[in-house]
Antibody, heavy 124, light 108 residues
Framework: QVQLQESGPGLVKPSETLSLTCTVSGDSISSDYWSWIRQPPGKGLEWIGYIYSSGSTNYNPSLKSRVTMSVDTSKKQFSLNLRSVTAADTAVYYC??????????????????WGTGTPVTVSS | SSELTQDPSVSVALGQTVRITCQGDSLRSYYASWYQQKPGQAPILVIFGKNIRPSGIPGRFSGSTSGNTASLTITGAQAEDEADYFCSSRDSTDNHFVFGPGTKVTVL
């Protein structure tokens, strides 16, 4: 059974870069999409972006100028870098697997495996 | 990019049926997926596709879509179903994903 675990600093200073890593266990990291989602305190979920195992990426337009994602298939890890953070970036950050397939004339997209989440606070 | 809308909250009596809706243009092209989130926990997938439940999700959860509206129905709500429910779909104009704002379900 696939499991995901986020790791990284819980406190980041304003204007610095938030860096998180998600480690995949129980299955290969190849041939799947891997996503980051965040949730500010008391608010809803916000999709940050995804990276395919080949390295191709797609980011939320509202964050695109500050986000970079990367993948290391040998370590079974994928990472998130968010630059120039402010207090508005304070949130619980989740990594998740995106399953996508086409079957019987329909496309299916869903996030079926999630990490437990890691809280990140932006503060000096 | 597309947006998804949900009612902020809904309540249901124990054992009764509740339907949560999600509206957005992207739902005309792509199915919604639904996530249950309890306080302090990560979301879990409860419905995807036309009406598919992942392994371990009780049969009282079901989904449907009509036009630009997706629905999650809990038939015979239990106390443990009290949670926030988020819908999500792929954007219809690009390869992005979007989440609805969430519906808080209270079981009375």
């Amino acid at each position: 059974q696939v499991q995901l675990q986020e790791s990284g600093p819980g406190l980041v200073k304003p204007s610095e870069t938030l860096s998180l890593t998600c480690t995949v266990s129980g299955d290969s990291i190849s041939s799947d999409y891997w996503s980051w989602i965040r949730q500010p305190p008391g608010k809803g979920l916000e999709w940050i972006g995804y990276i395919y195992s080949s390295g191709s990426t797609n980011y939320n337009p509202s964050l695109k100028s500050r986000v970079t994602m990367s993948v290391d298939t040998s370590k079974k890890q994928f990472s998130l870098n968010l630059r120039s953070v402010t207090a508005a970036d304070t949130a619980v950050y989740y990594c998740a697997r995106v399953t996508a397939f086409y079957m019987q004339f329909d496309y299916y997209y869903y996030m079926d495996v999630w990490g437990t989440g890691t809280p990140v606070t932006v503060s000096s | 990019s597309s947006e998804l809308t949900q009612d902020p909250s809904v309540s249901v009596a124990l054992g009764q049926t509740v339907r949560i809706t999600c509206q957005g243009d992207s739902l005309r092209s792509y199915y919604a997926s639904w996530y249950q989130q309890k306080p302090g926990q990560a979301p879990i997938l409860v419905i995807f596709g036309k009406n598919i439940r992942p392994s371990g999700i009780p049969g009282r959860f079901s989904g449907s879509t009509s036009g630009n509206t997706a629905s999650l129905t809990i038939t015979g709500a239990q106390a443990e179903d009290e949670a926030d429910y988020f819908c999500s779909s792929r954007d219809s104009t690009d390869n992005h994903f979007v989440f609805g704002p969430g519906t808080k379900v209270t079981v009375l």
